[in-house]
């Protein structure tokens, strides 16, 4: 990835780029194009590194991408052969005791995405086989089934006083280092790779996007079928944010095309 770019999608996959299928095959003319362009398009996902490559791999993607929502930065160096990783956040084992401790204060069970067996994965993700294993390969992050909103109201408060902060996404709710966000995660790829004046093109869908779609210079909220996710209509409501005019990978080519084209045409 040159150090030169002018412009990085950065993008969210689950409810983003991907339907809840897994599909991106509305965007793929769409990343043809940014590749022909050179402009780079960085996963920043909840997703596993283990995951992220085998994504990246399957998509003929080349450039950086942030994992466990921005507990991580990873990227090959010039040899192909090995990565570079830069991490903001504490091990899934520190995470793990703090989400047991904040469990008994809110006196609610927060299960763990870990504790699952693979028949309820399947039922909550449709992953299967391999790719359950991959997405078991936390690091840096404690994914946990959603709690009741007023749980995760009090989960929130509670989190203060651990130095921590949790987010909540489509299937899951997320508990990570308060130094760990997708906002920061793109920053220090920035300051990484010495590339602090690049514009950021940031595409989400759900709460824990909103760090990165508050960092970026374009922000773009990509709907799920029934409508923007409730914690970004205030941003799109302000004109902070642009609504992407189609669901999941036919919004996000949609608006990644306009964008492109305001820009280079």
Same mark, same amino acid.
């Given at each position: 990835?040159?150090?030169?770019?002018? *412009?990085? /999608?950065?993008?969210?996959? %689950?409810?983003?780029?991907? %339907?809840?299928?897994?599909?991106?095959?509305?965007?793929? !003319?769409?990343?043809?194009?940014?590749?022909?362009?050179? /402009?780079?398009?960085? +996963?920043?996902?909840?997703?596993?590194?283990?995951?992220?490559? *085998?994504?990246?791999?399957?998509?003929?993607?080349?450039? #950086?991408?942030?994992?466990?929502?921005?507990?991580?930065?990873?990227?090959?160096?010039?040899?192909?052969?090995?990565?570079?990783?830069?991490?903001?956040?504490?091990? *899934?084992?520190?995470?793990?005791? =703090?989400?047991?401790?904040?469990?008994? =204060?809110?006196?609610?069970?927060?299960?763990?995405?870990?504790?699952?067996?693979?028949? &309820?994965?399947?039922?909550?993700?449709?992953?299967?086989?391999?790719?359950? !294993?991959?997405?078991?390969?936390? &690091?840096?992050?404690? #994914?946990?089934?959603?709690?009741?909103?007023? =749980?995760?109201?009090?989960?929130?408060?509670?989190?203060?006083?651990?130095?921590?902060?949790?987010?909540?996404?489509?299937?899951?709710?997320?508990?990570?280092?308060? &130094?760990?966000? !997708?906002?920061?995660? $793109?920053?220090?790829?920035?300051?990484?790779?010495?590339?602090?004046?690049? !514009?950021? /093109?940031?595409?989400?869908?759900? &709460?824990? %996007?909103? +760090?990165?779609?508050?960092?970026?210079?374009?922000?773009?909220? $990509?709907?799920?079928?029934?409508? #923007?996710?409730?914690?970004?209509?205030?941003?799109?409501?302000?004109?902070?944010?642009?609504?992407?005019?189609? +669901?999941?990978?036919?919004?996000?080519?949609?608006?990644?095309? %306009? $964008?492109?084209?305001?820009?280079? *045409?």
């Amino acid at each position: 990835m040159s150090n030169n770019s002018k *412009y990085w /999608i950065v993008t969210d996959l %689950d409810g983003t780029l991907m %339907d809840e299928d897994y599909d991106i095959s509305p965007a793929r !003319k769409t990343l043809d194009t940014l590749a022909e362009l050179s /402009i780079p398009v960085i +996963p920043c996902t909840s997703k596993t590194a283990s995951e992220v490559r *085998y994504f990246r791999k399957e998509n003929g993607l080349f450039d #950086p991408f942030i994992v466990e929502n921005g507990a991580a930065v990873y990227g090959c160096n010039q040899d192909n052969l090995s990565e570079w990783e830069l991490i903001l956040g504490k091990s *899934y084992k520190e995470l793990r005791i =703090i989400l047991m401790n904040i469990s008994k =204060i809110v006196n609610y069970n927060l299960i763990p995405l870990n504790d699952l067996n693979e028949s &309820q994965i399947f039922d909550l993700t449709g992953l299967s086989d391999h790719g359950i !294993k991959r997405a078991l390969d936390r &690091q840096w992050s404690v #994914p946990f089934l959603n709690p009741p909103d007023e =749980i995760f109201e009090e989960v929130k408060l509670i989190c203060k006083s651990y130095n921590v902060h949790v987010f909540k996404g489509n299937r899951m709710s997320h508990l990570l280092s308060s &130094q760990s966000h !997708k906002g920061e995660a $793109v920053n220090k790829l920035k300051l990484y790779l010495d590339n602090k004046d690049v !514009k950021i /093109i940031a595409l989400g869908d759900s &709460q824990n %996007d909103l +760090p990165l779609l508050e960092y970026a210079d374009i922000s773009i909220v $990509v709907p799920g079928k029934n409508g #923007p996710n409730k914690y970004l209509q205030n941003g799109i409501e302000q004109g902070a944010f642009r609504l992407a005019n189609a +669901p999941h990978a036919l919004g996000w080519s949609n608006s990644v095309e %306009d $964008v492109i084209k305001n820009i280079y *045409y």
